[in-house]
């Protein structure tokens, strides 16, 4: 969703909800949350089915993961530099090298 060019509705939801009511603005947050939730438990289920010794917490792994990917539409441009399967490439193995020892 970050990387896909479309309306920019991915903004509102990561960074410009505070004009927003105050129930969607507590919709837009929980789903936030699940989000972290779900991804720290995989993270954790990953590293345990792998013997991991990462000393990467779950929760750490999981808020770096989504600020890496969140704030990609802030510089990423399609024609640029980095093209989007290196940039996925890189963005996971600098998770799995780091998350997963």
């Keep these: 969703v970050v990387l896909s060019e479309r309306d920019r509705e991915i903004t509102v ?3 410009e909800n505070h004009p927003l009511s105050p ?3 507590k919709r837009i947050n929980a789903r936030k949350k699940d989000y972290v939730h779900f991804l720290e438990n995989l993270i954790a ?3 345990r089915a792998r013997g991991s010794k990462a000393t990467v917490t779950p ?3 999981a808020f770096a993961m989504l600020g890496m990917i969140n704030w990609i539409y802030q510089w ?3 024609e640029g530099v980095l093209q989007l399967d290196s940039l996925i490439q890189q963005y996971t193995e600098m998770l799995f090298n780091g998350a997963f020892g």
């Design 13 to 15: 939801m990561l960074h």
């Design 23 to 25: 129930a969607l603005r």
């Design 45 to 47: 289920e990953v590293q």
């Design 59 to 61: 929760r750490a792994a």
């Design 76 to 78: 990423y441009r399609p």
